[in-house]
């Protein structure tokens, strides 16, 4: 009982040194916010993302699917006016279904990282609705990269007065100690539009591509890129708490190239389906 009444006690004091004015969250949608939090401000942005892909084909697998969970939780604190530091918690949970010249055969993986990032306001949202804001930091993570990745993010937003806003976000990913792909960087593009339908209800269009900048292996030359479509909508609850929901489609596409001759050896493709629901909370 005791335990009880001091939660609610705590609860109840966030809850009266929480903010009024507008929330920056990167929820939903791939691009950032431009804007840190103020100073002292402390926020929780929590999501859960289901992913389906299938159809990898090339010579060794015929076929293969994948169910992936991703549970990620983004800590950010104001540290000054102008300056946040951000701590993410990326999970992922694997379920992977092979069928090759061997046979069929099911795997499950675990997949958790850490990363530390900082964002800096370039530009508050002046007169005109323009903000500019760069996030930069590093991660480690066992995913599919397997090492530490530092990567900068530039973001600029644009609101209009009819509620329109759109976002869009550059990322440079430089990933290094690691055995199998090193120093390989990539570029990441992502665009975001939401409007605002009622009072309390947001809906948002949200693209985003991605593409190695260079050579991945000391043997072969291997290119790779992916395309994402998403769409979804936000419900503010109050100023502090907002919920967000979205679905989206996307292929992948991978082609090995021999250093040599330039020709295309091994080329391979897969689609997946993506949904997320999320919540955003401003102490």
Known sequence: ????????????????????GAMSSDRPGST???????????????????????????????????NIFQPTVNLRYGLFEKLELECSLPQQLEFVSITDLIGERNNFNYLNGVGIFSRVALLREN??????????GFQYDSFSRLGTTANVDLSA???????????????YFHLFENELFPNSQWLQFALNANYGLAGKINVYLD??????????????????????????LQYIINPNLVL??????????TEQVNP????????????FFLSSVGVSYRF
């Open 207 to 232: 693209v985003s591509s991605s593409f190695d900048l260079d050579r991945l292996s000391s043997e072969e030359d291997i290119y790779w890129s992916n395309y994402a479509l998403s769409t979804g």
């Open 32 to 66: 950032y916010s431009t804007a840190p939090l103020n100073k002292g401000e402390f926020q929780i942005q929590a999501g859960l993302s289901y992913n389906y892909i299938s159809d990898e084909t090339s010579p060794l697998f015929i076929k293969s699917s994948r």
């Open 157 to 171: 937003q644009k609101n209009f007065t009819n509620g329109l806003g759109v976002s869009s976000t550059l990322s």
């Open 1 to 20: 009982m005791r335990i009880c009444l001091l939660l609610l006690f705590i609860a109840f004091q966030l809850m009266l040194n929480a903010q009024e």
């Open 244 to 253: 967000d929901a979205g679905l989206g489609i996307g292929i992948n596409n």
């Open 127 to 136: 007169e005109k609705g323009w903000s500019m804001g760069t996030r930069f």
């Open 260 to 271: 040599d001759t330039e020709m295309n050896q091994i080329a391979s493709g897969s689609s």
